[in-house]
T-cell receptor
Framework: QKEVEQNSGPLSVPEGAIASLNCTYSDRGSQSFFWYRQYSGKSPELIMSIYSNGDKEDGRFTAQLNKASQYVSLLIRDSQPSDSATYLCAVNIKGNEKLTFGTGTRLTIIP | NAGVMQNPRHLVRRRGQEARLRCSPMKGHSHVYWYRQLPEEGLKFMVYLQKENIIDESGMPKERFSAEFPKEGPSILRIQQVVRGDSAAYFC???????????FGEGSRLTVL
């Protein structure tokens, strides 16, 4: 079982709709969770971090964490074509000083 | 405040040559991480360093790869005797603390002919 799993997509969402990206992780001791956005040919850019169960909102982005289900998600409201990118889920496992990344979900927003 | 600086941005080497990739972390950041990304794949951890110390090199191939972060100067990822399979984007990231919030450089794209 992979440490961090994401559906590779592609996920296509109409402009203005809500995009929902999901991520599961294997280690119950995981402490910190992050979403990065990566445009093609560019470097990953931090979007959201979440550390406790529940929702965390920042503008059009909402991160959701459920440690019991070992599940973290990212919602993008009012999707824009500029949101088209690969979204990487990253997890910091307790006792580990590195981030483990999923393979990413490619999101396409259709005008 | 300058971001994480990597150079060169693009590097072409022939099989058997050496590649040296440099990374200057953000000002005030003492934690440096190197990741490798193959086309259409996720980021694979290679090594985590603090000044003058390798903390975790569990993702580094045992042969040909080495990394350092000297007291003065940038962190360097060195690949000796490169092979075609080393062709990838190598990203450096830095962090002010062990919080997991990594800030990435633009990457160095290595092509081995």
């Amino acid at each position: 079982q992979k440490e961090v799993e994401q559906n590779s997509g592609p996920l296509s969402v109409p402009e203005g709709a809500i995009a929902s990206l999901n991520c599961t992780y294997s280690d119950r001791g995981s402490q910190s969770f992050f979403w990065y956005r990566q445009y093609s040919g560019k470097s990953p850019e931090l979007i959201m971090s979440i550390y406790s169960n529940g929702d965390k909102e920042d503008g059009r982005f909402t991160a959701q964490l459920n440690k019991a289900s070992q599940y973290v998600s990212l919602l993008i409201r009012d999707s824009q074509p500029s949101d088209s990118a690969t979204y990487l889920c990253a997890v910091n496992i307790k006792g580990n000083e590195k981030l483990t990344f999923g393979t990413g979900t490619r999101l396409t927003i259709i005008p | 405040n300058a971001g994480v600086m990597q150079n060169p941005r693009h590097l072409v080497r022939r099989r058997g040559q050496e590649a040296r990739l440099r990374c200057s972390p953000m000002k005030g950041h003492s934690h440096v991480y190197w990741y490798r990304q193959l086309p259409e794949e996720g980021l694979k951890f290679m090594v985590y360093l603090q000044k003058e110390n390798i903390i975790d090199e569990s993702g580094m191939p045992k042969e040909r790869f080495s990394a350092e972060f000297p007291k003065e100067g940038p962190s360097i990822l060195r690949i000796q005797q490169v092979v075609r399979g080393d062709s990838a984007a190598y990203f450096c990231a830095s962090s002010p603390t062990i919080t997991g919030e990594l800030f990435f450089g633009e990457g160095s794209r290595l092509t081995v002919l």
